[in-house]
Nanobody
Framework: QVQLVESGGGLVQAGGSLRLSCSGS????????MAWFRQAPGKEREFVAN????????NYADSVKGRFTISRDTAKNTADLQMNNLKPEDTGVYFC????????????????WGQGTRVTVSS
């Protein structure tokens, strides 16, 4: 069974940091694009960041540029999201996703999804 499992969410004050981790199992994601999306309460899911399998291409949403950093370890089948200087508007459920292809931002283009981890940023 192919799975992506997120961890690392929690409650943090504005200005604080969190590090989310995504662990893949059931297959190798070595050549897959890994991505993070988020969904705020009452809003649609949105793209946060993605990284090509070799790290040669990394994309960020404008709202997180300079504050979030995506990384991956292909040997361990993991992808992390370091989130610094968190803001209340970063609150939401964060999802890890994977796709076999180019690093696009379209939600429907991703083949595998995790169940999500909740991040709450208090003001």
């Amino acid at each position: 069974q192919v799975q992506l499992v997120e961890s690392g969410g929690g409650l943090v004050q504005a200005g604080g940091s969190l590090r989310l981790s995504c662990s893949g199992s059931g297959r190798s994601f070595k050549y897959y694009v890994m991505a993070w999306f988020r969904q705020a309460p009452g809003k649609e899911r949105e793209f946060v960041a993605n990284i090509r399998w070799d790290g040669s291409t990394i994309n960020y949403a404008d709202s997180v540029k300079g504050r979030f950093t995506i990384s991956r370890d292909t040997a361990k089948n993991t992808a992390d999201l370091q989130m610094n200087n968190l803001k209340p508007e970063d609150t939401g459920v964060y999802f890890c996703a994977a796709r076999n292809g180019l690093p696009v931002v379209a939600i429907a283009s991703y083949d595998y999804w995790g169940q999500g981890t909740r991040v709450t940023v208090s003001s």
